[in-house]
């Protein structure tokens, strides 16, 4: 059964860049979408984009264009999220999730434990 | 963007009960709409996809119907455990969650 691992908490001032790692395991990576979801505190669920690994294709929510960049490692089975231009409203756990059918537009079946991410001056 | 509205915001019932949460789409998402369970510090976890299909795992008690405007999740008879927040998501587009209902149990 796949898993994702995402790395740990991180605490960015205003205006840096976070890079957040989804690794997967026990299964087939490349040939899903893999999206990155985030849940400021006591709020809702928020798709951010995702990518599918073995085409390297992308999309972005608008909210995020310009702002955020998700890439993949096949060779490690690795998909990452930066956020640059951070601000106060990023603070939130950051999910990924793998997409059940392998689209973009997906349902997620699989997600990762999540990473806190807080900014702070 | 495709807005989903969930209501209502908290549901209390007891154990035994039937719980029928709504979604509502800001237009038709088809059947392309999944529900999601989330307990305090956890992952969601996918119950229904594309409307009325189960997921892996899940207990027969959690049913999905609808499709165009209108979903609704039921849990037949609550169990203690089943105390969470649902979340429901489209992907007729790119992604958008509902709001989330509160499912108590007293």
């Known amino acids: 059964q796949v898993q994702l691992v995402q790395s740990g908490a991180e605490v960015k001032k205003p205006e840096s860049s976070v890079k957040v790692s989804c690794k997967a395991s026990g299964g087939t990576f490349s040939s899903y979408a893999i999206s990155w979801v985030r849940q400021a505190p006591g709020q809702g669920l928020e798709w951010i984009g995702g990518?599918?690994?073995?085409?390297?294709?992308?999309n972005y929510a608008q909210k995020f264009q310009g702002r955020v960049t998700i890439t993949a490692d096949e060779s490690t089975s690795t998909a990452y999220m930066e956020l640059s231009s951070l601000r106060s409203e990023d603070t939130a756990v950051y999910y990924c999730?793998?997409?059940?059918?392998?689209?973009?537009?997906?349902?997620?079946?699989?997600w990762g434990q999540g990473t806190m991410v807080t900014v702070s001056s | 963007e495709i807005v989903l509205t969930q209501s209502p915001a908290t549901l209390s019932l007891s154990p035994g009960k039937r719980a029928t949460l709504s979604c509502r789409a800001s237009?038709?998402?088809?059947?392309?709409l999944a529900w999601y369970q989330q307990k305090p510090g956890q992952a969601p976890r996918l119950l229904i996809y594309?409307?009325?299909n189960r997921a892996t795992g899940i207990p027969a008690r959690f049913s999905g119907s609808g499709s165009g405007t209108d979903f609704t999740l039921t849990i037949s008879s609550l169990e203690p455990e089943d105390s969470a927040v649902y979340y429901c998501q489209q992907r007729s587009n790119w992604p958008t969650f509902g709001g989330g209902t509160k499912v108590e149990i007293k």
């Open positions: 990518i599918i690994p073995i085409f390297g294709t992308t």
């Open positions: 594309d409307a009325s």
């Open positions: 999730a793998r997409g059940h059918y392998g689209i973009l537009t997906d349902t997620f079946d699989i």
């Open positions: 237009q038709s998402v088809s059947s392309y």
